[in-house]
């Protein structure tokens, strides 16, 4: 059973038939909602929405540690994140889909890991590479098998928000090699890896990173909101075409 965590503009997902909605605690608090346990294309999903199902919770303030504890608790057989980002790249504007293959992360004062604590040992995980290898293809292979093109591979910067960036923030980010700028891909994916579940990004870019193409000035809300709308039903697309791949 695949995982969907839903990010800012997908907040429940169209299509998905829920069969019962289940409070989870977990030794670190709680998640961000009740996970959604239901049926996608005749598979069962969970899905939860990062930012809560009224969408009010800032990146700093999402209990990733919960979320990703409690998903595990369910046996799940990996995560597709699905995150809204910025485009530092020219050619990645509004409406691109990117799977990332790398990640920066610049975001501070975030429960990161779940080794601390006075009974529990340090652990210094593998991160060179923090995404499932095997899940970005199926994703690439999901994407491709409705039509979808796809952006594969890229970094992908994680700021602290809830603020955009500066532009000269942006220029550092691209100097950096970073690609998209998103501000929830961590700790979310070392905490995935902490607990072996196989990770994916499935990002939209919602719009040009700040001081870039047509965010010169300043970042249109309004533009995001239209880039948001026309693209989920793509990402939603890709989902449902990865649980059924994964049913053949
Ligand atoms: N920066 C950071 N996070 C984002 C952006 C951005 O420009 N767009 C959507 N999420």
């Given at each position: 059973m695949y995982a969907v965590i839903g990010g800012s503009g997908l907040s429940q997902l169209p299509e998905f038939e829920i069969l019962r909605r289940q409070v989870q605690r977990?030794?670190?608090?709680?998640?961000?909602?009740?996970?959604?346990?239901?049926r996608l294309a005749g598979q069962e999903v969970v899905f939860l929405a990062r930012h809560?199902?009224?969408h009010t919770l800032a990146p700093?303030?999402?209990?990733?540690?919960?979320?990703?504890?409690?998903?595990?608790?369910?046996?799940?057989?990996?995560?597709?994140?699905v995150a809204s980002v910025g485009g530092i790249r020219a050619?990645?504007?509004?409406?691109?889909?990117?799977?990332?293959?790398?990640?920066?992360?610049?975001t501070h004062g975030r429960a990161l890991t779940f080794f601390e604590g006075d009974e529990v040992a340090v652990q210094h995980i593998d991160f060179t590479w923090p995404y499932d290898d095997g899940l970005r293809k199926?994703?690439?292979?999901?994407?491709?098998?409705v039509g979808e093109s796809v952006v594969q591979g890229g970094c992908y910067a994680c700021t602290q928000g809830p603020r955009l960036e500066t532009a000269a923030e942006v220029k550092r980010l691209a100097r950096d090699g970073s690609d998209i700028v998103g501000m929830t891909g961590m700790p979310e994916a070392v905490l995935a890896r902490e607990l072996e579940l196989p990770y994916a990004h499935l990002a939209l870019v919602v719009n040009h990173a700040a001081g870039t193409g047509d965010s010169q000035q300043?970042?249109?809300?309004?533009?995001?909101?239209?880039?948001?709308?026309?693209?989920?039903?793509?990402v939603m697309a890709i989902v449902k075409s990865l649980v059924?791949?994964?049913q053949q």
């Open positions: 977990t030794p670190y608090g709680e998640p961000s909602g009740a996970l959604l346990i239901g809560g199902y009224g700093h303030e999402i209990n990733y540690r919960a979320n990703l504890w409690a998903l595990n608790e369910l046996g799940i057989d990996g995560i597709v994140s050619d990645l504007g509004p409406g691109t889909l990117v799977i990332p293959d790398q990640i920066i992360d610049y199926q994703l690439i292979q999901a994407a491709d098998a300043a970042i249109s809300h309004a533009q995001i909101a239209k880039t948001v709308q026309d693209g989920m039903g793509r059924q791949l994964d």
